[in-house]
């Protein structure tokens, strides 16, 4: 079992900054992607942004430009730097990893989610 532990939400006003951080713990075979979803009050849970431990990186739409998703591969750690926030930014944050099993009998992806962590963008 991996543990993602999230950090770093908050109250912030529009246009300011927030970096949230990600670390994964536990029985960890080896972490591909790791990444960062939100979900918004009445809403379907969408990607923020996306990291592989190869540096490959995705962005939501709405999101680039202002968001930029960065790694710490050797302490199975992400990190979110969000600046020019915006009202619709608000949302429950989530963090998410997948780890990879290469077994003899064959590969296994494991899917983790942290337990969320609020970002609320208002003045």
């Known amino acids: 079992q991996v543990q993602l532990v999230e950090s770093g939400g908050g109250l912030v006003q529009p246009g300011g900054s927030l970096r949230l951080s990600c670390a994964a713990s536990?029985?960890?075979?080896?972490?591909?992607?790791m990444g960062w979803y939100r979900q918004a009050p009445g809403k379907e849970r969408e990607l923020v942004a996306s990291?592989?431990?190869?540096?490959?990186?995705n962005y939501g739409d709405s999101v680039k430009g202002r968001f930029t998703i960065s790694r710490d591969n050797a302490n199975n750690t992400v990190y979110l730097q969000m600046n020019s926030l915006k009202p619709e930014d608000t949302a429950v944050y989530y963090c998410?990893?997948?780890?990879?099993?290469?077994?003899?009998?064959?590969?296994?992806?494991?899917?983790?989610w942290g337990q969320g962590t609020q970002v609320t963008v208002s003045s």
């Open positions: 998410n990893a997948v780890d990879i099993a290469t077994m003899p009998e064959g590969i296994y992806e494991y899917e983790y």
């Open positions: 990291s592989t431990s190869g540096g490959s990186t």
């Open positions: 536990g029985s960890i075979f080896s972490i591909n992607a």
